[in-house]
């Protein structure tokens, strides 16, 4: 049991190059989460789903876009990758009904575009 | 929307020593947690603790739901619990979480 897995931990891009993270869980959540922490502040939500095919944007979902198209994995796209998308992306994974206290984090991947 | 407050931002200690970190919201409480990010930045759970009081070892919490602020302490601390520590609500009904900006603790050998 991996728990949440996240692909690729680290990552440099150039403005304008796209780019794909791969989130991955193994406990047959319906829901997922993509978040991006940035130095000195706490998580933000970019984009989530509530269950395979769909998605739902956040609180910071401009600049991104993402798709569910399998249970297990969540994606979160990059089509034209800036500066300020430096960050920290973290996916998390919880089941319906229950609290935050079992959402699953994954071990982050730290992105810089340049 | 809600807003969560957190103090003091920064906190250095020796090891040994007490500390207590302070969380306030706007709203009313909901599924309040609070997490410890290591210096590794892996997330890690603490307390889910919408009100009363809880234990783990050498950390407990206390929210005061009708106050609406929340308590962590940390006794005896050790250089392992260095990091941020995260106060945490929940947007009930929306799946989506609101973090404080957390205070980042250092405890020095």
């Known amino acids: 049991n991996a728990g949440v897995t996240q692909t690729p931990k680290f990552r440099v891009l150039k403005t304008g190059q796209s780019m794909t993270l791969l989130c991955a869980q193994d406990?047959?959540?319906?829901?997922m989460y993509w978040y991006r922490q940035d130095p000195g502040m706490g998580l933000r939500l970019i984009h989530y789903?509530?269950?395979?095919?769909?998605?739902a944007k956040g609180e910071v979902p401009d600049g991104y876009n993402v798709s569910r198209l399998k249970k297990q994995n969540f994606l979160l796209g990059l089509e034209s990758a800036a500066p300020s998308q430096t960050s920290v992306y973290f996916c998390?994974?919880?089941?319906?009904?229950?609290?935050?206290?079992?959402?699953?984090f994954g071990p982050g991947t730290r992105l810089t575009v340049t | 929307g809600i807003q969560v407050e957190q103090s003091p931002p920064d906190l250095i200690l020796q090891e040994g020593a007490n500390s207590t970190l302070r969380c306030n919201f706007s709203?009313?409480?909901?599924?309040l947690q609070w997490f410890h990010q290591n210096p590794w930045g892996q997330l890690i759970n603490l307390f889910y603790?919408?009100?009363g009081t809880k234990q783990n070892g050498r950390l407990s919490a206390t929210t005061v739901a009708t106050e609406r602020y929340s308590l962590l302490y940390i006794s005896s601390s050790q250089t392992t619990d260095s990091g941020v520590y995260f106060c945490?609500?929940?947007?009930?009904?929306?799946?989506?979480?609101?973090f404080g900006q957390g205070t980042r603790l250092t405890i020095n050998p």
């Open positions: 998390a994974s919880r089941e319906t009904g229950t609290t935050i206290y079992e959402q699953y």
């Open positions: 406990m047959n959540h319906e829901y």
């Open positions: 789903s509530v269950g395979e095919g769909t998605t």
């Open positions: 709203d009313s409480v909901n599924n």
């Open positions: 603790i919408p009100s």
């Open positions: 945490v609500q929940e947007i009930q009904g929306a799946q989506k979480l609101v």
